[in-house]
């Protein structure tokens, strides 16, 4: 075998150094270059009214996403209704009744194609059932379709923090003669807390950024959502409607609300990871 | 008896809170096989009318009602490809660097930097793309890419800034995190013995990557890749801000293009006609069908990695 020059094994080496040292500044910097974007352009649409009023005339002044914010919220908070206990439930099953059954690995298998589906499909879906045998769009069907992009999410999670509980803790609790369903939410739970919540604030934060199931359910809507029978104002729909229209003021709104979306799912995100260190430390 | 008789109610509310386990587990199952079926149901219209012509024509005229899916596929796959080119190398540098070179700390906070691109929202993505990125790309990148670039047809075209590339970079940015995170845990997966056996050996950290890390940790590897490619093929909103919604198929990477998903996004709510609409159902029939293989192949190949850990 030939050999090498030293000098080029050593160059090639620095070189890889390098190379993967630039790799990583250049996703920290593509994270800091957008999120300074939003934050200079979205400070300016900021004031009380964007949080209390309804949206502005395309070319007037003033005005807020106040309905879009709530819309947003009653949505977001419908499919964590729906989706979190069915989640919690498929996990429980998962992990303490059909962990080693077919339909198990079935489910489980289910759940991880589930999580792949692109969430347009999912708006398609809820369309087709929803949408189209009601006759008009509606704040349920959009917070049915992020509810069916929650439950995979929440069900993975909790069958891997319940996995975790270890089984000593199962037994002792049965042993004292505590029925099996009060093991599950009285023992294993609560040693899984940190764990369920972490997964289900991880899941609620990526919903809440969710645009594309909400196109055709919820649609949006320049009116306060008093009901979510009818088309919902969100911000998500708002910011893509704003974005592509020509008007300087609905352009400034898109931006505010890019800021506000993006501050309420970064710190969410964030708060997650702080309770599950608390739980290490 | 007050025992027996809580003994027996705990019986019944136990097989109670099984039974809603298992129903929950089932309704999950029954989602997934409805979505199939609804969406089969809704593109009848569509699939009787081209058959599977659909997939093969070019033409999306809602004029005249003539509908193929052709551009949005390719479309699709070209963006897709573009995305995991680009991400591909640079998640697997960044995973390196991460495991192997960077000093726990920094490793740690660069880590945390790259997870967090994944907690953006897509259309954040868009809004940045569309206002910020697709300029940018207009006045520097593309002019750059043609005049060094220029003789392959795939780098000549007009400098919009919006199109197949600039859409593609943004979806390499947008699977980063979540093939670096594969990556990473690959990567750690090599035992620390057989990367100390090379460097002991004299090695470079070169020379581990390449003869020892890397093919220890091939098949890791590629399911991140399959992780990727799930993850790109089926975004939406960030593509439909950047890649400029034309039904052409043109070999520049800077025209305007479209997706399934941007397809969909664009032109759903405005379709009224029946054949239109069930049409559009169809593209995403054809989405759903793309995802689900990739899927099974990302399953099936994790399990041969689960079993080949297995033996070792």
Known sequence: MRLKSQTRRKSMDVLLKVIAFLSSLIGVFFLGWILLVIIRQGAAAINWDFFTKLPAPPGGEGGGLGNAILGTLYMTLLAAAVGVPLGMLTGVYLSEYGRDTRFGALTRFTINVMMGIPSIIMGLFIYTIMVVTVGHFSGYAGGFSLALLILPIVARTTEDMLTLVPHSLRESALALGAPRWKVTLGIVFRAAKNGLITGVLLAVARISGETAPLLFTALNSPYWPDTLGQPTANLTVTIFNYAMSPYQNWQTAAWGASLLITAAVLSTTILARLILRGKKA | ?312
Do not use: C
């Open chain 2, 1 to 312: 008896m007050k025992a027996g008789g809580s003994s027996r109610t705990h019986t019944a509310a136990d097989a109670v809170f099984k039974g809603l386990a298992f129903v929950s587990a089932l309704i999950i199952f029954v989602i997934m096989v409805g979505i199939f079926i609804q969406l089969i149901h809704s593109s009848r219209l569509s699939i009787k009318e081209f058959g599977f012509g659909f997939l093969f024509s070019q033409h999306w005229n809602p004029v005249t009602e003539q509908f193929g899916a052709l551009s949005s596929v390719y479309g699709t796959l070209v963006s897709t490809a573009i995305a995991l080119v680009l991400a591909l190398p640079l998640s697997l540098s960044i995973a390196l660097f991460l495991v192997r070179l960077a000093p726990p700390s920094v490793s740690r906070y660069i880590g945390y930097a790259i997870e967090l691109l994944a907690a953006i929202p897509s259309i954040i993505y868009g809004m940045w793309g569309l206002f910020v990125f697709a300029p940018y790309m207009a006045d520097h990148v593309q002019p750059f890419l043609e005049n060094t670039l220029g003789f392959i047809p795939l780098f000549s075209g007009p400098p919009m800034g919006i199109g197949m590339l600039t859409a593609g970079i943004i979806l390499a940015l947008m699977i980063l995190p979540f093939t670096t995170a594969v990556m990473r845990d690959v990567l750690q997966m090599v035992p620390s013995i057989v990367t100390e056996a090379a460097y002991g050996m004299g090695s470079t950290t070169w020379e581990v990557t390449k003869k020892v890390t890397v093919p220890y940790a091939l098949t890791g590897l590629v399911g991140g890749a399959f992780l990727g490619l799930g993850r790109a093929i089926g975004e939406t909103m960030a593509v439909t801000f950047v890649i400029g919604n034309n039904h052409n198929i043109s070999a520049s990477l800077f025209e305007a293009g479209n997706s399934i998903a941007s397809t969909l996004a664009n032109e759903f709510t405005e379709a009224s006609d029946p054949l239109y609409l069930s049409s559009l159902i169809e593209l995403g029939l054809v989405l759903f069908v793309i995802t689900f293989l990739i899927q099974v192949a990302a399953h099936l190949w994790l399990r041969r990695l689960n079993k080949s850990k297995g033996q070792s």
